[in-house]
């Protein structure tokens, strides 16, 4: 009973922190966020070669589910460009049903993932591609916009201007509103009353004047359906999942909170099915909304919801309206954010950081920025750390010869992997080569540790090696995970070798 109620009471406090700690800057924040979902959720529709009405169901659904069953509290998931472009063949070959029998497919290989715990190869992501990563995105929201601001006349330019005063001016008056939603609501009525001819939501797609329904997609359920959209279903959900958990990470620094990033793989999973169900595309998480709704104030699981939902009444009761929204107010939140998203230390921080750092970040930006695929760019970054960082550890490596009355020992300190071997092979002996050889040879790995099969080759070789020249080899200071793969993997011929503890 005393069980019960402490996990009852634990539940309303979570629910409290998560919903209730500040609901009036979360429901802003939210409607600032549904607001500038609405171009970008047709931008990706058609992207993926779908209707507009698919994107924009999809942002709706996946805000609102994530909401409950997300990690990470105040980040916005919802239509992605990630997703959109890994699925244009399929649309294309096959229709908008396999679509959404995919991202079902694809909700339930992030829903695998949640289980096998793939949360934790973030562990493997460095500093430096984040930041890159982070980078990359700021400058590919930038570039963005520029559609928006060519062949168009002054009018856009200026409100354009217009909007970002209000952004960074209207907080030294009061904070109390999000100063995002203060410009896209003045901006909004000033080309209503006075007729200004700029670009509008209604021009960049027509928008759905319904419900989104339940409904089953259309496909036959059969192997050939299975392997039409696996491949697809396994890109969009490792796309998914990747840019999810690193827009989580990049949200916990900006809070300066946790979230629980297995969670948040499940949620997107349960989140992307849903959408499916109710005719939407495949999402996941958003840096530039996330970023407008932290800097909006919003920080609970309500702001997430609320931008869903409000997305929602736009759409069924405010369409009209919302098609009168001008795309220079949404254009000036979407600079402020990438103004806000870029890590503007990392540029002085090119010549105070290592240069391997530098050259990850920005082998990360290029690839992003270059190729516009995140999973691609994220993949760069991650491959120069894992070499820069073997290469680091591998010039760590030492191996010292100290001659003893009856005995030469070889003393060696550092990691032993496939990357140092040939370091290893060429540092240990022969022993035959030195004036002063001895019969007897000590190698004294205390200070060392052998990482693989490659690591035990080569301790194997240098043992070979040694005994062909006539030496009696004894191998000491072997550590328990070290010894057990020498036992494993070493050659059973053991002639003349012994092993033992380290001398003191």
């Not at 963005?144 to 330019?157: K, M």
């Not at 409904?215 to 840019?243: C, H, K, N, Q, R």
């Not at 620094?253 to 979230?259: F, V």
């Not at 691609?376 to 750390?385: D, E, K, N, P, W």
Request: net charge neutral; hydrophobic share 55%; charged share 15%.
């Amino acid at each position: 009973m005393f069980q019960d109620r402490s996990l009852a009471a634990s539940i309303r406090r979570d629910f409290a922190k998560d919903w209730l700690a500040q609901p009036r800057k979360d429901i802003l924040a939210g409607i600032v966020v549904a607001l500038a979902l609405i171009p970008e959720a047709i931008g990706f529709a058609l992207i993926a070669g779908v209707d507009p009405s698919v994107g924009l169901y999809a942002s709706v659904v996946i805000a609102m589910v994530i909401a409950f069953t997300g990690g990470r509290p105040g980040m916005i998931s919802a239509a992605t460009a990630a997703v959109a472009v890994v699925v244009i063949p399929l649309v294309r070959d096959y229709g908008v049903e396999y679509l959404f029998a995919a991202t079902i497919l694809m909700g339930i290989f992030q829903g695998i993932a949640a289980v096998l715990r793939l949360d934790l190869l973030m562990q493997f992501v460095s500093r430096s591609v984040i930041t890159g990563f982070v980078n990359a995105l700021a400058i590919l929201i930038f570039m963005a916009q520029i559609p928006q601001l060519t062949g168009v006349g002054v009018e856009t330019y200026v409100m354009v201007a217009v909007g970002l005063a209000i952004i960074y001016l209207f907080p030294r008056v009061t904070k109390a509103v999000p100063s995002p939603l203060v410009a896209i609501v003045l901006l909004t009525a000033a080309t209503m009353y006075w007729g200004i001819p700029v670009n509008n939501v209604a021009g960049e797609g027509e928008l759905p004047d319904g419900l989104p329904f339940f409904a089953i997609p259309d496909v036959p359920l059969t192997w050939e359906t299975f392997t039409i959209i696996a491949p697809y279903s396994l890109t969009m959900a490792a796309v998914g999942l990747l840019e999810s958990l690193l827009t989580a990470q990049i949200v916990d620094d900006m809070t300066h909170t946790e979230s629980d990033k297995r969670r948040e793989c499940a949620g997107q999973g349960v989140a992307n099915i849903t959408a499916a169900f109710f005719g939407g595309m495949g999402g996941c998480a958003m840096i530039g909304q996330s970023v407008i709704n932290v800097a909006s104030g919003g920080r609970g699981r309500l702001s997430t919801f609320t931008a869903g939902a409000f997305l929602l009444f736009l759409l069924t009761v405010l369409g009209p309206y919302v098609g009168q929204v001008p795309m220079p107010a949404l254009v000036a939140v979407m600079i402020m954010v990438s103004i806000g998203t870029f890590s503007w230390n990392s540029i002085p921080n090119l010549k105070r950081h290592p240069w391997t750092s530098s050259v990850v970040m920005l082998a990360t930006v290029v690839t992003v920025v270059w190729t516009h695929d995140l999973a691609l760019g994220v993949l760069v970054g991650v491959l120069l750390s894992g070499i820069f960082f073997a290469q680091k550890v591998k010039n760590m490596f030492t191996v010292e010869r100290i001659r003893r009355p009856h005995s030469a020992v070889y003393v060696v300190t550092g990691e032993i992997f496939f990357a140092s071997v040939d370091k290893f092979v060429e540092q240990l002996g022969p022993e035959s080569q030195y004036e002063d050889a001895a019969h007897n040879v000590v190698i004294d790995v205390s200070r060392a540790h052998f990482w693989d099969i490659s690591a035990i080759a080569a301790l194997e070789k240098v043992i070979d090696r040694m005994r062909r020249n006539g030496r009696h080899v004894r191998v000491v200071g072997l550590n328990a995970a070290s010894a057990d793969l020498f036992d494993r993997f070493a050659l059973e011929d053991r002639t003349g070798i012994e092993l033992g503890l380290a001398p003191h």
